[in-house]
C-alpha cells in the first residue's frame, strides 16, 4: 500500500510575511495522495487551495511540515532541484493557459524539453505525440492567437503531458472556458487519468468541476475541514 | 539546454520584435562603425607618414647649425653659419660610418620662363643628393661634380615646378630665369608626393650648392648638411663620428655645447609615426564612448524586455527552466544583439572609411586587429550590459512570476 503513495504531506504550514502581518495560509495539513487518484481541492478563495497546489508543484515550500514526492522529501531541496523535479515530474495546467505568446502550439509544447536535454528531433516527436493526444492533430503550427480558449488549454495540458510525468496539476482549468469547452477539457484530464493512470490534482471552486473527480477534498482557512 | 539551442530561443525571442531588436543593436552598430572607421582613419595617416619618412632613407641624417635647438638661449646671425663646405668635406673623408655628403643652402625666389612664372624654393646641394635622398631623375640628367665645382648654372626641377612652368612642353635643354639670370634645365625630378602635407618635396628647384651661394643668395657658409650613413644600422655610429669631428673642427672646448646639431631622420620619422598612433588612440577611444552609450542602450531595452516578459519567465520557470537557464537565455538576447550589432558594424565601418577616404582624400586603413578589437569589444559590452538584467530575470519567483499581469 504504501508503494502506491505518490505524494504525503505530513502537517504542512505556510506563513507568508506582507509586509509587517504575517498571514497564515495554511495551518497544518496532512494527507497522502495515492497513485492514479484524481483528486479535487475545493474551497473559498483565500482558503489556502492555492498554496497547497504551490507546494505540491514545487513552486514553494512549506514553512514548517515535510512533503515527499514518490518518497523523495522535496520540502528541503533547493531551488535547482525543484526545478528538476517540475521539469521531470509534474506538469501544469494554469487557469489563463500561461501559453507563451507569439509562438506556435508545437513550440509551447517543446518547452519543458527544452530544459530536460531532449535532442530536438525527440523533443519535436514527443510534442506532435502530445499534442496529437489532446486532439490537435493539423493545428500544430498555429500560433497561440490563432487558437480558441478551448484550444489553447489542449496545447497546455500537452505542455503537461509531453514530459511524461507523473503528477498533474490543474488550477481551475476550467474557469477561462464555457460550460460545454470546459467539460471536454475535464473529459481529457479524466481519460488521462484512467487510461494512462497519471495523477490529477485540480484546484477549483465549481462543484460540478470536482464532480468529475474521485476524491474532493475541502480547505477552510487553511485546514481541511472536509473530505469525501 | 545547449548553447546552439539557446541561442535559436534567442534569436526567435529577438524576431518577435524585429524593431525593437534593429533600433537597440543601432546603437552597436554604429559604435563598432566609428571605432573601426576612427581607428582606420588615425592608422592611415600613420601609415602615410611612415611611408613618406621612409621614401626619404631610413640612413638619412641632417646636421644643422646649433640656433636651431637652442631656440631663445643661443639666437643671433652669428650661429647659423658656423657650417661650411669645408666641413662636409671632412666628414666625406674621416667619418667610415658616413657614405654621403650634400652640403645644402636654400632659399625662396620667384623663377621665370617666357610668359609663366612660379615662387619656389631652392635647394642648393651637391651631386650626391639624389642618392642620398633616394631620389629618381625621371628626365634629363642630376647634376655632376664638375658642375658643383665649377657652379654651373643649370638645374634641376621638381616634378610641381615643371608641371607649373613649362606643363606638357619639353623642359629639358630650356633656360629659365631666376633672380633675372638664365638657368639651363638639365632633369626633372620624380614625383614623391606631399609629404603628409607639412611641405611638398616637388615643389622645389635643385642646383649646385656653389650656384646658389654665389649666384642667388651671396654666402659663402651653408646651412646645412645632408648625410647618408653606410645603413640604417650605422646611424647611431655615424651621428657619433660626425660630432667627434665637428667639435674638433670648430674648436668646441670639452664640455662645451656644440654650435651644431644632428637628427637622425628614422627618430624623426618614429616621434612622428607616434604622434599619429596617439591620435589613433584618441579617435579610437572617442568612438568607443558611443560603443558604450550603445551597451547601455542594451541594457535598458533588456530591462524593458524582462519586466514585459515577467509572465513568460514564469511560465519557463514552471515547465523546469532553472535559474541558470533563465540567465543564459537573456544573457544570450543580449549578447546575440551586440553580435549582431557588431557584425553590421564592422560592414558600417569599412563602409564609412571608403567613403572618408573617397570625399575627403585621406588615406583610410583598416586593419584586421581593429576589426577583432571592435568585435570583441561589442561582445563584451553585450556580456557587461546584458548581465544586469539577465540576473534579475533569474531571480524572479516562479509564483509571482506567473501571477504577474
Known amino acids: 500500500m504504501e508503494n502506491n503513495i505518490i505524494i504525503k504531506l505530513e502537517n504542512l504550514t505556510k506563513i507568508y510575511k506582507v509586509g509587517e502581518t504575517e498571514v497564515n495560509a495554511l495551518k497544518g495539513v496532512s494527507r497522502s495522495i495515492q497513485k492514479g487518484e484524481m483528486l479535487a481541492i475545493m474551497g473559498p478563495s483565500g482558503s489556502g487551495k492555492s498554496t497547497v497546489m504551490n507546494i505540491v508543484g514545487c513552486l514553494d515550500r512549506p514553512t514548517e511540515g515535510r512533503y515527499f514526492l514518490e518518497g523523495e522529501e522535496v520540502s528541503t531541496l533547493d531551488k535547482n532541484r525543484l526545478a528538476r523535479i517540475r521539469n521531470k515530474k509534474i506538469g501544469f495546467v494554469f487557469q489563463t493557459f500561461n501559453l507563451l505568446p507569439r509562438t506556435t502550439a508545437l513550440e509551447n509544447t517543446e518547452l519543458p524539453l527544452l530544459y530536460s536535454s531532449v535532442p530536438s528531433k525527440k523533443a519535436k516527436d514527443l510534442a506532435l505525440k502530445a499534442l496529437s493526444a489532446v486532439g490537435l492533430e493539423g493545428r500544430e503550427l498555429h500560433r497561440t492567437s490563432q487558437l480558441s480558449g478551448g484550444e489553447q488549454q489542449r496545447v497546455a495540458i500537452a505542455r503537461a503531458l509531453v514530459n511524461a510525468p507523473s503528477l498533474l496539476l490543474a488550477d481551475e482549468p476550467t474557469g477561462n472556458l464555457d460550460t460545454k469547452t470546459g467539460n471536454e477539457i475535464m473529459e481529457i484530464f479524466k481519460k488521462l487519468n484512467q487510461e494512462n493512470n497519471i495523477t490529477v490534482i485540480l484546484v477549483t471552486h465549481d462543484p460540478e468541476v470536482a464532480q468529475f473527480a474521485q476524491h474532493r477534498i475541502y480547505l477552510r482557512d487553511g485546514v481541511i475541514v472536509r473530505e469525501d | 539546454m545547449n548553447i546552439l539551442r539557446t541561442v535559436r530561443v534567442s534569436m526567435r525571442a529577438l524576431g518577435r520584435n524585429k524593431m525593437r531588436s534593429f533600433l537597440t543593436a543601432l546603437g552597436i552598430i554604429i559604435g563598432v562603425g566609428a571605432v573601426i572607421a576612427m581607428i582606420s582613419i588615425g592608422e592611415g595617416a600613420k601609415n602615410a607618414v611612415e611611408e613618406r619618412f621612409t621614401s626619404m632613407g631610413t640612413n638619412l641624417l641632417f646636421v644643422r647649425p646649433g640656433s636651431l635647438s637652442f631656440r631663445g638661449r643661443q639666437s643671433g646671425a652669428g650661429s647659423y653659419n658656423t657650417l661650411t663646405p669645408e666641413d662636409a668635406q671632412a ?42 635622398r633616394k631620389w629618381v631623375v625621371e628626365e634629363g640628367v642630376f647634376f655632376d661634380e664638375n658642375m658643383v665645382k665649377v657652379g654651373a648654372k643649370v638645374c634641376v626641377l621638381g616634378s610641381d615646378v615643371k608641371q607649373n612652368l613649362f606643363e606638357d612642353e619639353d623642359a629639358i635643354g630650356q633656360i629659365i630665369r631666376i633672380k633675372k639670370i638664365p638657368f639651363r634645365v638639365i632633369g626633372v625630378l620624380e614625383a614623391k608626393g606631399e609629404s603628409g602635407g607639412w611641405f611638398n618635396q616637388d615643389d622645389m628647384i635643385a642646383m649646385p650648392y656653389t650656384t646658389a651661394q654665389r649666384r642667388l643668395l651671396g654666402i659663402d657658409y651653408i646651412q646645412s648638411i645632408d648625410v647618408s650613413a653606410t645603413s640604417t644600422e650605422n646611424t647611431a655610429k655615424a651621428v657619433a663620428q660626425i660630432e667627434e669631428v665637428l667639435r674638433i673642427r670648430h674648436k668646441i672646448a670639452p664640455g662645451a655645447e656644440d654650435d651644431f646639431n644632428v637628427r637622425n631622420w628614422s627618430e624623426m620619422a ?14 579610437g577611444g572617442i568612438a568607443a564612448v558611443s560603443l558604450l552609450v550603445g551597451g547601455i542602450g542594451i541594457m535598458n531595452i533588456m530591462l524593458v524586455s524582462v519586466t514585459e516578459r515577467i509572465r513568460e519567465i514564469g511560465i519557463r520557470m514552471s515547465v523546469g527552466a532553472r535559474e541558470k537557464d533563465i540567465l543564459l537565455q537573456f544573457l544570450t538576447e543580449a549578447v546575440v544583439l551586440s553580435v549582431l550589432g557588431g557584425v553590421l558594424g564592422i560592414g558600417v565601418g569599412i563602409a564609412t572609411s571608403r567613403l572618408i577616404s573617397h570625399f575627403a582624400g585621406w588615406t583610410t586603413l583598416i586593419s584586421l586587429g581593429s576589426i577583432a578589437l571592435a568585435f570583441l569589444f561589442a561582445g563584451s559590452v553585450g556580456i557587461f550590459f546584458g548581465f544586469y538584467p539577465a540576473s534579475k530575470a533569474s531571480k524572479l519567483d516562479p509564483i509571482e512570476a506567473l501571477r504577474y499581469e
Open chain 2, 270 to 283: 618614429e616621434s612622428a609615426s607616434e604622434s599619429m598612433r596617439i591620435l589613433t588612440y584618441l579617435l
Open chain 2, 91 to 132: 666628414l666625406m673623408e674621416k667619418c667610415n660610418a658616413v657614405q654621403y655628403v650634400s652640403p645644402n643652402v636654400s632659399g625662396r625666389v620667384q623663377t621665370v620662363y617666357r610668359n609663366k612664372n612660379w615662387n619656389t624654393s631652392i635647394q642648393g646641394v651637391s651631386e650626391k643628393f639624389t642618392d642620398i
